[in-house]
């Protein structure tokens, strides 16, 4: 499980990157975004919603696929335990949520992983919500945004979680052959299967500054190759030099983003950034 650095004291926010510890309310106002140095903190998913679609167009779909213990596993506490613990903590069923929505009047399908339900793990769950939004966008021609923010496949399912990456990637596949345009944008932490998957297949692919982008987890690296990697090896900035994404955007620029990149592509309409 990849470690959270964020840290909560009633209220009270220690921001990871500059040290300096302020009430949530401040980071409220700026998205979720430290005031003082501009670090992007995880945002639930009732807030991504609010930042990217226009007011009361989204309409969730798929809800009836929830996670469930298919494999009766236990390891400290029982799977369905893990899951009730989730759904509490985050109001989900599952660890995305999807549907459609309009970005300044464009309709679009939108997928919106919360790395608080069981660190936006990957499982059966998840990957049919996300199978059938692709599959409905492909039916109505729309272009797909996917928000995504995972520690990778989910363990308590096994195959069955694995098996969620080349589902999938074939309904994507089935969406860009028809000439449908997918944007993704990869958040804190992105991260195992769902990197090695849908998160990197996309025609346009953004990130937020400083997100953890990779498929292994910086341990298990350094135990493997027996060195030690910089903080910023698997950064979105060292991404972004590498050529494995197109740009970094803050949060206050990302709706107008996705506008732009929607017209773009999917209408061939250019606009101003």
């Known amino acids: 499980m990849l470690e959270v650095e964020e840290k909560t004291y009633e209220g009270w926010l220690l921001c990871p990157s500059c040290e300096d510890m302020y009430h949530e309310i401040e980071s409220n106002i700026d998205l979720c975004v430290c005031p003082r140095c501009n670090h992007h903190f995880m945002m639930p998913t009732s807030k991504r919603i609010n930042l990217i679609a226009d007011d009361d167009t989204f309409v969730e779909l798929f809800k009836e696929h929830e996670a469930e213990d298919l494999l009766g596993f236990v390891d400290q506490k029982s799977y369905v335990d893990r899951l009730k613990e989730a759904a509490k903590r985050t109001g989900q069923k599952a660890a995305v949520c999807v549907g459609t ?27 049919e919500r996300i199978t059938s939004l692709i599959e409905y966008a492909t039916k109505k021609r729309l272009p797909l945004v996917m ?50 998957s849908f998160a990197f297949l996309a025609d346009v692919i953004l990130a ?20 030690k990697l910089k903080k910023s090896d698997q950064s979105a900035e060292f991404q972004l030099e590498a050529g494995m994404i197109d740009q970094i955007v803050y949060r206050k620029d990302l709706k107008k983003k996705i506008h732009y990149f929607v017209r773009m592509f999917q209408k061939g309409v250019e606009g101003e950034l």
């Open 147 to 196: 928000v995504n923010a995972s520690g990778g496949a989910r363990m308590q399912e096994s195959m069955y979680s694995l098996m969620q990456m080349a589902k999938t990637s074939q309904a994507l596949k089935k969406h860009q052959q028809e000439g449908l345009f997918y944007l993704s944008l990869l958040t804190h932490p992105t991260m195992g299967g769902v990197s090695a």
């Open 208 to 227: 937020e500054p400083k997100a953890l982008i990779g498929f292994t987890g910086p341990r298990v690296i350094e135990q493997t190759i027996g060195q």
């Open 101 to 127: 929505c309009t970005v300044e009047g464009e309709e679009i399908a939108l997928s919106i992983m919360d790395f608080a339900f069981m660190g936006g793990s990957l499982g059966r769950a998840e990957g």
